[in-house]
Nanobody, 127 residues
Framework: QVQLVESGGGSVQAGGSLRLSCAAS????????MGWFRQAPGKEREEREGVASIYTGTGTTLYVDSVKGRFTISRDNAKNTLYLQMSSLKPEDTATYYC?????????????????WGQGTHVTVSS
């Protein structure tokens, strides 16, 4: 059973930083595509926005335009942990952030491409 457990969310003022972590277990897929998605307050699950993805085989990353230059996705393969370093946070970054994974080499930011999901961690950015 694949398990993804996010942590690191919290409240921060605009301009601040947070690092989210996602501990993965229960699978032997390697390499694998992993991503971070977010669901803003009042939005439905189907409206989750892809924030960043990484293919562990090559380290290739992909970001949504709104976070480029501010967020960095990375993975520690030895620890089976995915990270999202978020800097220069804005109030519009407020959301529940979800970690996702799929044993596939094609990494995109479409939530329908991912079949394993964590429970989410909440981030609040105040102005």
């Amino acid at each position: 059973q694949v398990q993804l457990v996010e942590s690191g969310g919290g409240s921060v003022q605009a301009g601040g930083s947070l690092r989210l972590s996602c501990a993965a277990s229960g699978y032997n897929y390697n390499p694998i595509c992993m991503g971070w998605f977010r669901q803003a307050p009042g939005k439905e699950r189907e409206e989750r926005e892809g924030v960043a993805s990484i293919y562990t085989g090559t380290g290739t990353t992909l970001y949504v335009d709104s976070v480029k230059g501010r967020f960095t996705i990375s993975r520690d393969n030895a620890k089976n942990t995915l990270y999202l370093q978020m800097s220069s946070l804005k109030p519009e970054d407020t959301a529940t952030y979800y970690c996702a994974a799929v044993p596939h080499s094609f990494c995109d930011l479409n939530m329908g491409s991912y079949n394993y999901w964590g429970q989410g961690t909440h981030v609040t950015v105040s102005s």
